[in-house]
């Protein structure tokens, strides 16, 4: 199957620093991306839809300014966690969909960031 | 609004035996339906989707699931479970109408523990 590349796997960072996420389609184009953040024993909660080419939509309660995606390519988005904090400690999937010309295609995952601010 | 629900948190079932694990799901329109599997501090497998045709679905590694409108489930099965199966599944939904939104919506998850 399609084949979603995250990076880092773990990153560990000082409060008040910044952390980039990557996410990348391997062997697919994406135009939408998707960021997900889940707490442990939780579930999937939607932070934002990466638009590529354009601003990412951001699910109600998510700060824009806090949590920059970047879409500049069929094949990348990023996530920046700005000016972390503990509570930003979680971790971070990406998913993407491989044929933006056909909703119903398969949305594949990433195999998530580990964001631990200290 | 779409969403997704798993009743259980965990479901337990030996070796061999027949496993379910149950969803139930709420959209405005028909239905796109996904199962995902999660293994400890991994990211998300796809199993398998129902998005129009036959209501029984297969998937990976020998799942499947039934589609069933008026009740609005999306059981996921599976005739022998292994114990590699133990694993935290999730059930998702898509309304690909006008209306829905494009990402997933996902459920809280079961854990399936498969004793030996």
């Known amino acids: 199957g399609a084949v979603v590349s995250q990076h880092p796997s773990w990153v560990i960072c000082k409060s008040g620093t910044s952390v980039k996420i990557e996410c990348r389609s391997l062997?697919?184009?994406?135009?939408?991306m998707f960021w997900y953040r889940q707490f442990p024993k939780q579930s999937l909660m939607l932070m934002a839809t990466?638009?590529?080419?354009?601003?990412?939509?951001?699910e109600q309660g998510v700060e824009k300014d806090k949590f920059l995606i970047n879409h500049a390519s069929l094949t990348l988005s990023t996530l920046t966690v700005t000016s972390a904090h503990p509570e930003d400690s979680s971790f971070y999937i990406c998913?993407?969909?491989?044929?933006?010309?056909?909703?119903?295609?398969?949305?594949?995952f990433g195999e998530g960031s580990w964001l631990t601010v200290v | 609004a779409q969403s997704v629900a798993q009743p259980e948190d965990q479901v337990n079932v030996a070796e061999g035996n027949p496993l379910t694990v149950k969803c139930t799901y709420s959209?405005?329109?028909?239905?796109?339906l996904f199962w995902y599997v999660q293994y400890p501090n991994r990211g998300l497998q796809f199993l398998l989707k129902?998005?129009?045709?036959?209501?029984l679905v297969k998937g990976s590694y020998g799942f499947e699931a039934e589609f069933n409108k008026s009740q609005t489930s999306f059981h996921l099965k599976k005739p022998s479970a292994l114990v590699s199966d133990s694993a935290l599944y999730f059930c998702?939904?898509?309304?690909?109408?006008?209306?829905?939104?494009?990402?997933?919506?996902f459920g809280s998850g079961t854990r399936l523990q498969v004793q030996p």
């Open positions: 998913s993407a969909r491989d044929d933006p010309g056909n909703s119903g295609n398969t949305i594949y």
């Open positions: 062997d697919f184009q994406a135009t939408t």
């Open positions: 990466s638009n590529e080419g354009s601003k990412a939509t951001y």
């Open positions: 959209v405005s329109g028909n239905p796109y």
């Open positions: 129902y998005i129009t045709g036959d209501n």
């Open positions: 998702a939904v898509r309304d690909p109408g006008p209306a829905g939104r494009r990402a997933l919506t």
